[in-house]
């Protein structure tokens, strides 16, 4: 049974912890909401039960508008964030898109384990209010997962250098956006979310998955 607590609410974020209520998990992953069109308040459909599956209780941070987690908010509510973390072995964020930004952020707000953004979108205005509250830069493994293809997947790498953290770049060239769109059709998006969020995530397995997955779609759309 997954059990939901209402860790903390804003004006423009609202954080919700699942977790299983017949296991202690030593694992944390922090969900950051991503783009929408006409969002209006927030969402009461959550979408992290994958990483409940995979072992983690999940913080899902959920967004009232689009705006890109470049509120105070985001800064004022890290201590809780923090707290909640030492209840943890690991701790880990998430996101796709506008999330991804977002989990980039508060990993220079928050200590830990690693930071996932898969095809990462700057703010509209660029790095500007979200970036003034940052401490430090993060010692967090990071790893943006984009399609070099895209030019603002490029864009949004280096933006995100700006904030002074090493990451790793996973590279799927024609995954679209976000740029594990290929997988999903594949239907290996999971297993490439669940590498990704491993202790030890193999880079290389994703790259192969995607190049199956191209391969696949290029087999289907040559002439007989």
């Known amino acids: 049974m997954i059990v939901r607590e209402l860790a903390f609410e804003g004006r423009d974020i609202r954080a919700v912890l699942e977790s299983k209520s017949e296991r202690v998990s030593s694992h944390l992953i922090i969900i950051f909401d991503y783009w929408r069109p006409n969002r209006s308040g927030f969402d009461d459909i959550l979408k992290s039960s994958c990483f409940i599956g995979l072992g983690f209780d999940t913080l899902y941070l959920q967004a009232s508008r689009n705006h890109w987690y470049n509120t105070r908010e985001l800064a004022d509510f890290s201590p809780r964030i923090k707290n909640l973390t030492k209840r943890y072995n690991s701790a880990r964020a998430f996101g796709f898109s506008m999330g991804g930004y977002g989990a980039a952020v508060l990993a220079n707000l928050v200590p830990l384990t690693s930071a996932i953004s898969v095809s990462p979108r700057l703010p509209p205005l660029g790095l500007y209010a979200a970036a003034r509250t940052l401490k430090a830069p993060s010692s967090a493994m990071q ?50 979310i669940a590498e990704l969020v491993a202790e030890r995530p193999s880079l290389r397995r994703i790259s192969r998955l995607h190049k199956k997955a191209c391969d696949y779609e290029i087999a289907l759309a040559s002439p007989l």
């Not at 293809?149 to 953290?165: C, F, H, P, Q, T």
């Not at 996973?170 to 290996?188: I, N, Q, V, Y």
């Open 143 to 192: 790893i943006y997962v984009v399609d070099p293809r895209i030019e603002k997947d490029v864009v949004a790498i280096k933006g995100l250098s700006a904030l002074g953290n090493d990451a790793i770049i996973l590279e799927l060239p024609f995954g679209g956006h976000p740029a594990t769109s290929m997988l999903r059709r594949r239907g290996w998006a999971g297993k490439a």
